[in-house]
């Protein structure tokens, strides 16, 4: 499927304006191999821990986008090449991560697209804890479960409704 979310946004001047269609601010960086990728969202709320990340990335994703608020921590990664294959594997969209990742080589190699606010070596623990499709906000911007998210190389939308 091919976008482009500077059209999109273009092309929707009213959902912009009416709340339902928001531009993430531009904090994250971009890693995998798929440069452009959308679907609805998964999302997970977790703190430096990312046993839960990684048993709802052995779910199959059925295109879907794993959004995870990591509570912006730079102090370790929630996401690796491990589960970065996974993801593929099991037929996820993508995945963003307001948090760090790790691998970067090894997620560079997936045919995945991915987020993040940077790579950091350190992992995680892995406790199970946190919150799974639940509302979350990342930089301000409110993300519910099934909002479709869109990124490219110039963003990340999130969208109330499929815009394709």
């Known amino acids: 499927m091919s976008f ?8 929707n001047e009213d959902k912009l304006a009416s709340g339902a269609l928001a531009v993430i601010p ?31 990335l ?20 929630l996401v690796g090449g491990n589960l ?16 760090c990742i790790r691998d970067v080589d090894e ?6 697209g991915v987020r993040a606010l940077a790579p950091m070596p350190l992992r ?11 509302k979350i906000s990342i930089a301000g911007v409110s993300i519910v479960p099934g909002d479709w998210i869109y990124a490219d190389t110039d963003g990340v939308l999130v969208s109330r409704l499929s815009l394709q």
């Open 107 to 112: 997620i560079n190699l997936c045919n995945i």
């Open 58 to 77: 052995e779910l199959p994703g059925n295109g879907h986008v794993l959004v995870i608020d990591g509570g912006g921590s730079f102090r370790c990664a």
């Open 4 to 11: 482009s979310t500077c059209d999109i946004c273009d092309a």
């Open 124 to 134: 995680s623990i892995r406790r199970g804890g946190g919150e799974c499709n639940v």
């Open 26 to 56: 531009p904090i994250f960086m971009r890693f995998g191999r798929n440069a452009q990728f959308c679907g609805p969202a998964t999302t997970l709320k977790v703190f430096e821990d990312n046993g839960m990340v990684r048993s709802t």
């Open 84 to 99: 970065a294959a996974l993801a593929e594997q099991n037929g996820w969209a993508g995945i963003v991560v307001h948090g």
